[in-house]
């Protein structure tokens, strides 16, 4: 179930979007920015959602008061599908 935690629409501070080097990323970075809002876009090549130790490595590019984008993947075209 998604529960909101503002009564009314809030423009977050920075959004974080993983999945960088995906199709659906660039639109969206694209969309934020014209927004004002700043993006970390985070791709595979900076950060191996699958590797050993990446929930320590993201955690450390998070701060407190930012929102999460996940557009990240694991595809069967790039040999991820078991």
Do not use: I, Q, Y
């Not at 503002?6 to 660039?26: M, N, S, T, Y």
């Not at 130790?53 to 450390?60: K, S």
């Amino acid at each position: 179930m998604l529960v909101h935690g503002f009564e009314d629409a809030v423009k977050p501070v920075r959004v974080v979007l993983l999945g960088a080097g995906g199709f659906l990323a660039p639109e969206l970075r694209r969309f934020l920015e014209e927004e004002s809002v700043p993006v970390r876009a985070v791709g595979s090549k900076e950060l191996d959602l699958t590797g050993p130790g990446a929930g320590e490595e993201l955690a450390a590019l998070l701060r407190p008061d930012d929102a999460v984008v996940m557009a990240a993947a694991l595809t069967p075209e790039k040999g991820r599908d078991n």
